[in-house]
């Protein structure tokens, strides 16, 4: 059964009692799932219809593809659209950096302990990003995501500075901060360093924010349990991009006559994921229900979003955070018993803001 805390907001997952762990849901999210768990669509606002129903979100995810401005990662730039073209080249850039990082032997004394998801975000961005120049693995910095306009004015002063970028010594700049190397003016520099923010980042925040959300959830994990089915469940639970928008467009109001012309779509996978009709017990941590499902083609779930238009990062997403969790499983790390909340802020990624993450013998208490 779920608990209550006094600060609101809560949900818990059923957990043996001493590993019993609130989660606390800002308070948007906690009225969210209270008011309107397992009905399939719910008037949110005087123009903006939530829709949790998988069969409904099927079919208005299916109807079109999102239009440029509802597109996570490849919105337009500085007022320039991204082409199609531009953002796979951008991603098969990225993708590369991302092949070459797996390639590399982990540090012999790799030590992920300390506060996550910061802790696993910093890692990240070093077997990531090597060592390119500072100007560009400052955009890394979660301390951009409090204000667009800091992200702006550290790519409009990067941009400014005269010199070209040159990689640590001994070492190369790694493919996506050539982009930035190889551009002529100021404006494209600018706007290499915004598709280098855009490309780069999300590897190191959403894939920290997973992994500390599946050990939050889950652990301790049964030693037969697969790292790719616990992030599978992490992802039901708590999933990193928990709504999807779609702006009104007349397809919808076609799909179901309780959207208005007027409305705007707001899918949420967050109550999907756990719909009683369609999971059995759904705030159960159960990685083994993977066993038996296809996470591609289970209805209602869709944490990398539709068929028709599936996340393009999710192919270095899993096996990043599989190594992650791998090494975290072997090295004896455990989330501090001490700690019984976590909080789950209401901003872009959904995730825990924090847990402490460490050996054993020193944590028991936080
Ligand atoms: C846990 C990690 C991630 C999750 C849960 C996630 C989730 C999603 C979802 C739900 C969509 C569909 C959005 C929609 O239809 O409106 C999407 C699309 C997309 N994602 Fe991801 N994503 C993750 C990581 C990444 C990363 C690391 C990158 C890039 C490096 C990325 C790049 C994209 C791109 C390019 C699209 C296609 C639409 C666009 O241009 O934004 N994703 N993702």
Not at 219 to 244: H, V
Request: charged share 25%.
């Amino acid at each position: 059964m779920p608990s209550v805390s006094s600060t609101g907001a809560v949900l818990s997952v059923a957990r043996p009692p001493h590993h019993r762990r609130t989660t606390v849901l800002a308070p948007r999210l906690d009225a969210l799932m209270r008011e309107h768990l397992g009905k399939d669509l719910v008037r949110l606002e005087p123009d903006t219809i939530g829709v949790a129903g998988a069969e409904l979100s099927d079919r208005i995810l299916a109807a079109r593809k999102a239009t440029e401005t509802e597109r996570p990662t490849f919105k337009p730039l500085h007022g320039r659209s991204i082409s199609k073209t531009e953002a796979s080249s951008v991603m098969r850039t990225i993708g590369r950096d991302v092949r070459e990082a797996l390639r590399q032997p982990l540090p012999e004394r790799l030590d992920l302990s300390g506060p996550w998801p910061i802790t696993g975000h910093l890692f990240l961005r070093d077997l990531l990003l090597r060592d390119d120049p500072y100007r560009l693995r400052i955009l890394m910095s979660r301390k951009l995501e409090i204000d667009p306009k800091l992200t702006w004015t550290t790519i409009v002063a990067g941009a400014a500075l005269p010199r070209r970028p040159k990689p640590g010594p001994g070492s190369q700049l790694t493919h996506i901060a050539r982009l930035f190397a190889e551009a002529g003016s100021y404006d494209d520099r600018r706007y290499a360093m915004g598709m280098y923010r855009r490309a780069a980042a999300p590897v190191c925040f959403t894939v920290s924010t997973l992994v500390a959300n599946a050990l939050w959830l889950g652990s301790p994990f049964a030693d037969t349990a697969s790292n790719r089915n616990i992030l599978y469940e992490a992802m039901r639970l708590l999933p990193p991009s928990w709504n999807l928008l779609r702006n009104r467009s007349p397809e919808y109001p076609a799909i179901d006559d309780r959207i208005g012309p007027g409305d705007d779509v707001l899918l949420l996978p967050l109550l999907t994921h756990r719909d009683p009709a369609l999971w059995e017990d759904p705030n159960e941590f159960r990685s083994e229900r993977w066993d038996t499902l296809d996470p591609d083609d289970t209805p209602g779930y869709m944490p990398f979003g539709h068929v028709s238009e599936r996340c393009w990062g999710r192919h270095m997403v899993m096996p990043l955070a599989e190594l992650l969790l791998e090494n975290i499983r072997r090295s004896g790390l455990i989330v501090a018993p001490g700690q019984r909340t976590a909080d789950v802020p209401l901003v872009g990624l959904l995730g825990v803001q924090k847990i402490h993450l460490g050996h054993a013998s020193k944590v028991r208490h936080v």
